[in-house]
């Protein structure tokens, strides 16, 4: 039986960043769910892909990338049967998207922030739209990073600091793709992460940013694939 590969995008992108490597899903006969990841909180964005997973009512291969991580790896559920972190964290229980960004040398996000008040508390956050480019996705044409500033998803404060609670990647087999220029999360964070995990397989893309899912989808495809082989 197939299983089914559940998208969850990050922070300041959205489910569209999944479009070229759904189509090369499509194409080897995979269902696929694109999940709209909320990006309040850490807590509700897991319960929310579980909701999502236990809709499903089979095997399911869960993808995250970036910040999705986090949520893919907090969404303990008995219906996941792989897991693969796309420039994504995998964090420890106790660790946060922050603390982990900032353990390694080599990230820029913060300095390209613009931060803002929101009704429910707290702030959220956004990539400068004239940064956007350089910062996120250098290796996407300057047209299309264009847009995908405009479409950013914003995050609140608080999803970046919540603290995991749990880490699936210790009972869940994972593999791990990621960008060697990522200017999001350090490449040595990601190094040390899909070691840490024991990654079943690992790709590092060399000279690639932080938005692989647009820039690489065949190579992002390529380790999804290696997942679903190992879950039929």
């Known amino acids: 039986m197939n299983p089914t590969v559940v998208l969850v995008h990050g922070a300041f992108t959205g489910s ?7 189509r090369r899903l499509r194409a080897e006969g995979l269902s696929v769910v694109a999940v709209a990841n909320p990006l309040r909180d850490l807590e509700g964005d897991a319960a929310y892909v579980r909701d999502v997973v236990d809709g499903i009512g089979g095997p399911v291969v869960l993808v995250g990338h970036s ?24 964090p420890e229980t106790g660790e946060s998207a922050l603390t982990l960004a900032q353990k390694f040398e080599g990230g820029t996000l913060a300095d390209t922030l ?5 009704a429910t ?31 950013q998803r914003p995050v609140t ?9 749990k880490a699936a990647w210790r009972n869940t087999p994972s593999w791990f793709v990621y960008g060697e220029r990522d200017a999001n999360i350090p490449v040595e964070a990601m190094r040390h992460m899909a070691e840490r995990a024991g990654s079943r397989g690992t790709r ?22 290696d997942a679903v082989t190992h879950v039929r």
Do not use: N
């Open 121 to 151: 508390g707290g702030r959220e956050f956004r990539i400068d739209p004239d940064r956007f480019q350089q910062q996120f996705c250098h290796d996407v044409d300057p047209e299309s990073a264009a847009v995908m500033a405009v479409l």
């Open 114 to 118: 613009i931060a803002y008040p929101v």
């Open 157 to 165: 404060e608080r999803a970046l600091t919540d603290m995991a609670t």
């Open 16 to 22: 569209g960043s999944w479009k070229r490597v759904i």
């Open 67 to 90: 910040y999705g991580g986090m949520v893919i790896s907090e969404a303990v559920h008995p219906a996941v049967k792989a897991l693969v972190y796309v420039s994504a964290f995998a």
């Open 204 to 225: 590092e893309i060399s000279g690639a940013s932080h938005a692989i899912p647009v820039s690489w989808p065949d190579t992002v495809t390529r380790s999804i694939l």
